[in-house]
């Protein structure tokens, strides 16, 4: 594994589960891609031979990869985790770790225009810690993310975090600095943590403002206000876990109160807010809620409620985008 010239070597974390086709082309285009990974850790938190086979094709193309089987479904979280501290054993101060999300494969000339910003922001800021595709802000105050307005889209744009499935590009001294992702989180949020905890110890998270309004653009989302849905979706495992890692994580960061507004605000009152109108929806929604803010506030964490695999059309284990 040899370092590039011009900024050290690009280190590659791949999760999947469960999802051998999306796993086969997330290969075929990294294996294509302008900007290859030097050396690739894919970590299957439903281990097959499948699986397996396509790692070792993968590297049948001239590329570094390495295939761990989990020991059991760790989660987005867990297998980060994992394969973060792999990585470090043999990582270089001037190497990068990029996650890769299995349902999000990147275009072949993505990760080489990432890194290219990667490299500048690291020029420009020495403090750098991360940069990705998109990210968000965290309102302290009120203990939720906040949506980058379209007019700030211009440029290199601070955030707190970059989001899921986003080509995060994390500085490794940064990673050494704060540690790996909390495997105790198992899935929701996980990003959202170690961004904060990234900012928390001085370290700066950039997006490039121009492709991610062109980003926004093609979909669709420009003018899209970012405010908090009323209504309530049919109510899946998702939501608990997100529900009680945001409580877990205002509490680690010494917030009780904020805990204690979005466990009322948002565990328990937007469910009986919406029960005249959607009462069984609002029932499922309340009971889930309320194991969520009870474990959160107990710090009783890890995998506590089982993934049911295929809701919500996504397997157990995959994160989710966000613009």
Known sequence: MTADAAGGRLQGILITFRRPRELALMLQR?????????????????????????????????????????PENLGPAGAV???????????????????????????????????????????????????????????WARGRVVRVPDHRLEGPVPVDYIGSGQLPLYRVPAVRAVGVFKPELFFGFEELEYGLRLRAAGWSLYVDGDRWRAGRRLLGRLDVAGRPTVGLAETTWRDYYRLRNLIAILLGAGRPRVAARVSLLVGLGK??????????????????????????????????????????GEPAGTAVRSA
Do not use: H, K
């Open 81 to 139: 985790a994992l394969a973060m501290g792999r990585l470090l054993e043999a990582a270089a101060d001037d190497d990068w770790i990029v996650l890769f999300d299995d349902g999000e494969p990147p275009d072949t000339e993505e990760l080489a225009e990432m890194w290219a910003f990667a490299l500048r922001m690291r020029s420009e800021d020495p403090r750098l810690g991360a940069v990705g595709g998109v990210g968000a802000t965290f309102d």
């Open 271 to 312: 469910p009986l807010a919406n029960a005249p109108r959607q009462p069984g929806r609002s029932l499922r929604r309340l009971r889930l809620n309320w194991r969520a803010c009870r474990d959160g506030w107990a710090g009783r964490l890890g995998r506590t409620v089982e993934p049911e695999v295929g809701q919500a």
């Open 30 to 70: 990294l294996a294509d891609s302008e900007r290859p990974v030097d050396r690739l850790v894919v970590v299957d938190n439903s281990p097959t031979a499948d699986a397996e086979l396509l790692v070792e094709r993968y590297r049948g193309r001239g590329r570094a990869a390495e295939y761990v089987a989990a």
